[in-house]
């Protein structure tokens, strides 16, 4: 994931305390900021003071507003009345993580009074959840010691996805003409996108993309050119003017992603395919994917989510399809119409570019790359429209197999093996409701989008 996260915290006291014990709170700050300093080289803390009336807790959860943080982090300091932060929280949008945690490791025979003083929190911790379980207040509970690694662990990925939370919520889908006609697993409800996970889509209409690539500068176009020629083995039968539409939709596709923010886009080969004026982007949208932004074929937006939450998981992503199933070796054959993101491709054969014939459009023939991608665990994930308006997470592991692409099939591909038989995997995301169109990121993930799920208040099934 890319830049810190960014993390409020709100480490709190009991006023009561103040005169019996006045360096008591003194104490308890040294020690969360010494606390906080073995975990913030991925995270930005802002932790102003420690609280100990509503006033404080207000006052904090204001600014952290204004600085766009991520989430809140509350540590128990010691004891504290549940409503000094109840109020404040019910009022505050920003995930709230509860670390529920100490400086002591041990309570032994021999322990000092005053340990049992400084290292008091749990029972204020368990008044605060047990009042937010009541009024239905989403948070995270992470109960461990600070030196215990585990824990860190545990706590820094939950920090790191309130910062992917985040920019799901601020992202951008550009929607360029409209989805395919009745392809109908991905057709959503816009508003509980939004909602529910956060991008909004921006509706782009074809003729704007036309009047781009028309008006692409040729020094520009003829940098893109070049760029490929060095970057691919590049098919010598692909015309000139074949490969410089391909270079000025491309240019045209990227004044749109600038133009109006997009952290990801979507298209439709059959609205593009009609049209004359353009070929197909499947090279620009394979060497976009490689730079982080986002893509969903035949005008799919959900993919572009599963994308972008993929891509800020596991570092890169790829959109992907099941196209095909290899009963003998338990494995699917990877694919699409020529898109897969080249920045994953294996490192030991260049990257082709060849000339597609597509006879389902009347558009210049697309050059397209074909390749495969390097192996290893990997995990797929589709963010699919459920009912009532609400979204699930369909995630599942496996294994990217150490193959060459096929190159006969004339589109980039690979063989993904499921962590089961492929029967059972095949059954079980049928019966999940998966969408035919996923994205794919390096590693196991299924931890960690599940927790992410739990964030969003979303359902996560794992097939495998």
Known sequence: MDKKTKIGVL???????????????????????????????????????????????????????????????????????????????????????????????????????????????????????????RIGRDFTIISGHYKDNRI??????????????????????????????????????????????GPTVIHIPLDELVDLAKEAPKDEVNCIMSKDLEDFDWD?????????????????????????HLDGWSQNFMVLGRCRELTLPFLAASKLMGEGIGYGAEGDVSVVTSFLTMKEISGQATMAEMFSIDFKNQALLISHMGELNVAM?????????????????????PPTPVFSIRPGISTLLS???????????????????????????????????????????????????????LALGYGNQAEVIKILGKFLNTEVIQIC
């Open 345 to 365: 491709a294996r490192e030991e054969t260049p990257v082709k570019v060849i000339r597609k014939i597509f006879p389902l459009t009347e558009v210049l023939p």
């Open 11 to 133: 480490g709190v006291t009991f006023d009561l305390y103040d005169k019996s014990y006045p360096t008591l709170k003194v104490g308890r700050e040294k020690f969360l900021r010494s606390l906080l300093k073995n975990i913030a080289d991925e995270i930005d803390f802002n932790f102003p003071k420690v609280c100990s009336v509503r006033e404080e807790v207000e006052k904090c959860i204001k600014e952290f507003e204004v600085e766009n943080c991520d989430a809140i982090l509350i540590v128990f300091l010691t004891y504290t009345p549940s409503f000094v932060l109840l109020r404040p929280i019910i009022d505050c949008k920003l995930p709230i993580i509860i670390w529920n945690t100490q400086e002591t490791f041990e309570i032994s025979l021999d322990s000092p009074p005053e340990v049992t003083l400084e290292n008091h929190g749990v029972h204020g911790v368990q008044e605060l959840t047990s009042v937010l379980k």
């Open 152 to 197: 860190l662990e545990r706590l820094t990925m939950n920090l790191k996805l309130a910062k992917l939370l985040s920019k799901l919520k601020r992202s951008r889908i550009g929607l360029i003409g409209y989805p395919l006609q009745g392809m109908g697993d991905f057709n959503l409800d816009e508003t509980s996108l939004l909602a529910n996970i």
């Open 383 to 437: 963010i699919a429209p459920s009912f009532n308006g609400k979204f699930q997470f369909i995630v599942a592991e496996g294994e990217i197999l150490d193959l060459p692409c096929i190159e006969s099939i004339g589109s980039p591909n690979f063989k993904w093996r499921p962590n089961s038989t492929i029967e059972v995997f095949l059954d079980k995301y049928a019966t999940a409701g998966g969408t035919h169109h």
């Open 236 to 260: 010598k039968t692909i015309t000139e003017e074949e490969h410089e539409m391909s270079a000025r939709v491309e240019w045209a596709i990227r004044k749109l992603i600038q133009d109006y």
